[in-house]
Structures are given as C-alpha cells and as structure tokens.
C-alpha cells in the first residue's frame, strides 16, 4: 500500500517534471533558454521515474538495467547540450536581447585582438585557419 | 627510479579498473551473473580497450569519501530545487528574463576535472557549458534567467562550489593547492590542507 503510494507520487513527479520540460521548450524564447528546459527537469523526471519502477519490482535484473539508463542518460545530456550551444553560440543563432551579459563574447573579442596585433606585427600578412 | 615503477604500476591498475568496469556494464546488460558473463566481460572489455584505445585518464590517485558523500548529498539536492526551478519558470506566466553567458576561470589543470564540473554543472538545471577554453582551464557557462548581478555572483559561487568539491574528492595536490591559495585569498579557511603540495624544503625527508 505504501509502496503503492510511493510510486504514484515518484510517477506523477516524474511526468510533471517532463511535462514541464516539454512546455518550456515551446515557450521559451531562444535557443540557449529551449536547451535548459529540454534538457534538464527531464533527468530528474526519468530518475523518479525509475525509481518508480524499481519499487514495483524489486530485482536485480531491471534495476540494474535501469541504473544504466539513468547512468548512460546523465553522462550524455550535458554534452548533448553543450554540443548544440557551442553550435548555437558559433553560428552566431542567439538573441542578443536575451543576453544581459556575455563575458565569452569579450574573451572573443579580446583573442581577436591580439590575433590581429599579432597579424600586423609580422611582416607578411597570413590568413589564419580559424 | 621508484617513480617510474610505481607510474607503471599505477596505470596497469587503472587498466585493471577500466576493464572491471566494462565487465561489470557487460553483467548488468545481460541480467545475468554466471561464469559465462564474466569471462565474455572480462574478454571484451581487453579487447575493446584494445581496439578502441583512447589516450588514458590522469587519475590523481586519491578519493576522499567524506567529501564524495557531501558532494553526492549537495547535488542531489540542488538537482531537486533547481529542476522545480526551472519547470516553475516553463510554466509560469512571466516565463523567463534574459541569461548571461559567465566566464569561470576554474583552478584545476586536470582535463579530468574540467570534464567533471562541466557535465555536473549541466545536470544541474540552469546552466550549461557552452564552451571550454583547455589549455587556461576557463569554461564559459550559459545561465538560464540571470540579469541581475546578485544571479551572476550566485551562478558563480554555486559553480566554484562544484569545483571545490569535486577537487576536495578527488582533486590531486596540484589542485588543492591552487584552490587553497584561492580559498585564502578570499578569507576562506582551506580544505584538507595536509593533502597540497609541500613546501620544497620537506619534500627531501618524505
């Protein structure tokens, strides 16, 4: 009976959280914003979830299964979603009105100075790869 | 002499774990734990490290399970608050306000580390690393709704949070000491100061 409650409130919390996930996706405003919501409650929400399922059967066989999926799931995400805002950040698709700082921005700005004072100190001008 | 040994002892041992641990990840794919699994795990996970080889993981060779408990407890934690944060933010009516891109000058030079702090800081909801400058072991993190001030210094300390206490759990003494210097700059007390570099003058009598 407990066990019972347990897990619905684990199941619940868990859907909500993807539920949420789900909708921050639609309604946040740009791309950096869309990955926090895409990427985050959802973890939380798949180890509740798993949680859930675990106290329903309780054998080694499927939580050790799902101890994977959990692991696998929380190695992966972060670079996921660092992959797409390094993308995204590169590529320039980012609102600037959404930015209330950038502090990667002035790093750039600051490594481009010195490439082209570096680039004027020589005497022959070479184009460099980045 | 003894260094060299004990270097190449070191890394047949971290051999030894890797492939413990691919064995492991075989067993518990399979559901099963017989005689047969083991040694299919055992085999492959040779082969695969083998086959597949990567350049190896510097560990520092010390673990500190009083601060990996902590570390596990505070993560939890923040984990929770901050994905009920972030849902609360989806679906409430102002959504969300603007994000700062921050610049994190960390104080580990371990690859190791700048990994670990950057996967951790994307679990936790609101923040992600967007970008990792290696060789000055500075990442540059997205912080979700953060256009005051007061969000940016938070972000920060809950950021140098992590870094503390994932160098205080596994850190090497490279890295302690940086950190160390950091804390007492800022009139911090220093954590497990027995564990950094000694000064030159003892190192002869160790």
Redo the contacts between chains.
Sequence with gaps: MIADIVTLVFICAGA??SL??A??LV???DL??R???A???Q???LILMMFAIAIQIPH???I??M??VVTFQ??T???G??MV??A??RTKRLRR???????????VARAEARDSAQRTARTVPKDSQT | MTTKRSKARRSILQQALLVLVLCALWIMLWDQFTVLNIVTGLVLGILVTRWFYLPPVELSGRFNPFYAVQFILWFTASMIIASVHVSWSAVRRRGVRAGSVIELDLHTRSDLLITAVSVVLGLIPGSICIEVDRPHSVIYVHVLDCSTEEAIEKAREQIYRIEHLLIATFGSAHDLTALNEWRVENGRKPVLAQRTIRPAGKEADR
């Design positions: 909500a959280l949420a996930a909708i921050g309604r946040f405003p950096m914003s990955l926090h919501a990427s985050k409650p973890i939380l929400g080694w066989g499927p050790t299964t101890f994977l929380m190695m995400t972060p670079v979603t660092h805002g390094r995204g950040y009105s959404m930015l209330y700082r950038d502090e990667l921005a002035d790093a």
